[in-house]
């Protein structure tokens, strides 16, 4: 068998790994119901009952007492658990499960595709709860899901993010009594360094751009300062040509929709990739069509290679 927490391979029935300690046997505490949800007990002859108080009154000796209402019959503990709420007329919270939830909440999320990509990537990682209940998890069930990811510290970021969406769909809605996601820690350290362009690359650039196909479209990127998908997203319509600005980005709240002045550098760029276009891409392929990111990934290091730039990211997975 394999150890939970760090997947060593450990002997059979073992209780505790030997490698990172971790107890391989996980208890759930029962929790316990708030003032004024009501209480079941058990009968002699093994059936349950549910109870609760509904209110008080005033008996012929001044005492006030207690008003209850119950039901009996039941056979389970669970059964009479259930049927609590409906000893006032409440209506009964449904036993949504983070499964359900997740599918529940993904259609009516508004967000960009990358975005949306990312927390589906996250949610794979709470494997361990999607057929549990709302009730039933505890912070400590997601908190183990975060640390047993086996990716990088933003995949983890990710996770924190959808668990608190998921959450904040799920209170209004009566799932769910708190947001769990606030209370989850990221653990570890941050992804590794990712190297930049070094700022003698431009001057190389500059000096290709005539020779080298796309280096006006790496160089433009440079100043703007877009993501790639970003840049190639960008529409003439995007493009104000008396303030000469672009208004795009669509990462966070922050960065979206943000004007970005034209660089005096790459300005007589922008003016030839616009002149002749009311709307469509401004940074197209080789047909005017909208360039697809893995093209432009291969179009970019391409130009690094012909320029002669030292490639930051040769050897290096590309994502």
């Not at 998921?166 to 769990?180: E, H, M, Q, T, V």
């Not at 392929?285 to 391409?302: C, E, K, N, S, T």
């Amino acid at each position: 068998m394999k150890c939970r927490k760090c997947r060593t391979e450990i002997p059979e029935e073992s209780r505790f790994c030997c490698q990172c300690g971790a107890n391989q046997q996980v208890s759930h505490r029962t929790k316990a119901r708030g003032n004024g949800l009501g209480s079941v007990y058990q009968r002699p002859n093994r059936t349950w009952v549910a109870v609760k108080t509904v209110g008080y009154k005033l008996g012929d000796d001044g005492k006030k007492r207690r008003v209850t209402r119950s039901k009996s019959g039941f056979k389970t503990k669970r059964e009479a658990l259930e049927y609590l709420p409906l000893l006032t007329g409440e209506k009964a919270k449904p036993a949504v499960t983070f499964q359900g939830l997740y599918g529940m909440w993904l259609p009516t999320h508004q967000a960009t595709k990358s975005t949306l990509d990312c927390y589906k990537a996250a949610y794979k990682y709470f494997s361990a709860v999607w057929y549990t209940k709302l009730d039933d998890i505890s912070i400590d069930d997601l908190q183990e899901c975060l640390d047993d990811c086996p990716k990088g510290k933003r995949t983890r970021q990710n996770m924190k993010a959808l668990c608190g969406l998921l959450y904040k769909y799920a209170i209004p809605r009566g799932w769910a009594d708190r947001n769990l996601g606030e209370y989850l820690v990221i653990h570890g350290e941050s992804d590794s360094h990712k190297d930049a362009l070094p700022l003698e690359a431009l001057d190389q650039l500059a000096a290709h751009l005539e020779s080298v196909p796309g280096a006006d479209y790496v160089y433009c990127q440079c100043f703007l300062g877009f993501r790639p998908s970003e840049l190639l997203a960008l529409d003439c319509k995007d493009y104000d040509r008396k303030e000469r600005a672009f208004v795009g980005g669509a990462k966070t709240d922050a960065g979206r929709d943000r004007v970005v002045t034209v660089s005096p550098k790459i300005q007589p760029i922008v003016d030839r990739l616009t002149s002749h276009k009311i709307s469509g891409p401004v940074f197209c392929g080789d047909h005017g069509q909208r360039m697809g990111i893995a093209a432009y990934r291969a179009l970019f290091y391409r130009v690094l290679d012909a320029c002669g730039i030292n490639n930051p990211y040769r050897g290096k997975r590309r994502r």
